[in-house]
């Protein structure tokens, strides 16, 4: 019922900013809980944070940096990254499911990732 497709990923400078992207199709996107979660080399995928139509969730090492937000007449979630650190660096998936959560495993549907590189 959903695909999901990201973008807005690229090179940065500590410090700066990116956008990531995540247009989605499918009627019932609007009653989707949709996420974000990153993967770095090496490391297990690791939730980043979610949104439902009321209310926001975020992983400890992103509050205050990173904000999502949705535009359900555009069916479209972003991730606006702000003060990135280079420990942000990974690949960063957007994610659609019926659970308010943050296990990865409980979303149902997942984009094919974008790279977000933050050098130092």
């Known amino acids: 019922q959903v695909q999901l497709v990201e973008s807005g990923g690229g090179l940065v400078q500590a410090g700066g900013s990116l956008r990531l992207s995540c247009a989605a199709s499918?009627?019932?996107?609007?009653?989707?809980?949709m996420g974000w979660f990153r993967q770095a080399p090496g490391k297990e995928r690791e939730f980043v944070a979610y949104i439902r139509w009321s209310g926001t969730y975020y992983a400890d090492s992103v509050k205050g940096r990173f904000t999502i937000s949705r535009d359900n007449a555009k069916n479209t979630v972003y991730l606006q990254m702000n003060s990135l650190k280079p420990e942000d660096t990974a690949v960063y998936y957007c994610a659609a499911g019926r659970v308010l959560t943050q296990w990865a495993n409980e979303y149902n549907y997942w984009g094919q990732g974008t790279q977000v590189t933050v050098s130092s």
């Open positions: 499918g009627r019932t996107f609007s009653t989707y809980v």
